[in-house]
């Protein structure tokens, strides 16, 4: 049978932890608590980018800000972006900042005896200075992050080698190579070293 062998950097991507009211009500995590990697990102969209990449940084940064000293809590979260759903990358980082923090659209889960409603809580163009902004409801704390695109600029041969990666007689060897670059370039931007595509604005 055959396995998931997955680049070793997916594992040196820090994990975010979460609490869920509603996996602790039902008993599907002891204490609620849900650890989502990178690996999980990587899967929900189906492949590894510099814009997934991103996408979680920004929500491992945003829950950082607004749970300094406590664990995050899933479906406590709103999160809004000012640009529609359809328009560029928007619909990919909401997935996956979704995936983490449960915030969903209408189709969304709308609650168990009036708790643990997560519907409407993932919101589209909305005013707003920044590109998206999560907001906790307990507190109503906020953080807002503007986009600024991606720090590490792709590889100069990067073009070069996708079309014959992608002709339908690519052998093996010239699909590897584009591969190769190309985890090359997401495992750079997930560097700690390397400038965030993402930049928190002043409150």
């Known amino acids: 049978m055959a396995t998931m062998n997955t680049p070793a950097y997916y594992d040196t991507v820090p994990a975010i932890l979460m609490m869920d009211p509603l996996a602790r009500a039902r008993g599907s995590a002891e204490d ?14 189906g492949h590894s980018c510099p814009t997934v990449a991103g996408a979680w940084q920004l929500t491992h940064a945003a829950l950082a ?14 999160v809004e972006f000012r640009q529609p759903l359809d328009e560029g990358v928007v619909g990919v980082i909401a997935s996956v900042v979704s995936l983490v923090t449960g915030a969903a659209n209408a189709g969304g889960f709308k609650g168990l005896a009036g708790h643990f409603g997560r519907k409407d809580l993932l919101q589209f163009e909305v005013p707003m200075r920044g590109d998206i902004r999560l907001t ?8 807002e992050f503007m986009r600024r695109g991606h720090s590490v600029p792709s590889p100069a041969n990067m073009s070069q080698l996708l079309r014959p990666a992608l002709e339908p007689q690519a052998s093996d060897a010239e699909r590897q190579a ?9 495992e750079q931007t997930l560097q700690p070293t390397s400038a965030p595509d993402w930049v928190e604005l002043e409150a």
């Open 32 to 45: 609620g608590l849900v650890e989502y990697r990178y690996l999980d990102a990587v899967k929900l969209t």
């Open 65 to 78: 800000r607004l749970y300094p000293d406590s664990t995050p809590v899933r479906s406590h979260i709103r």
């Open 136 to 143: 906790r409801l307990d507190s109503g704390q906020s953080v």
């Open 178 to 186: 584009f591969a190769t670059v190309w985890s090359g370039w997401v």
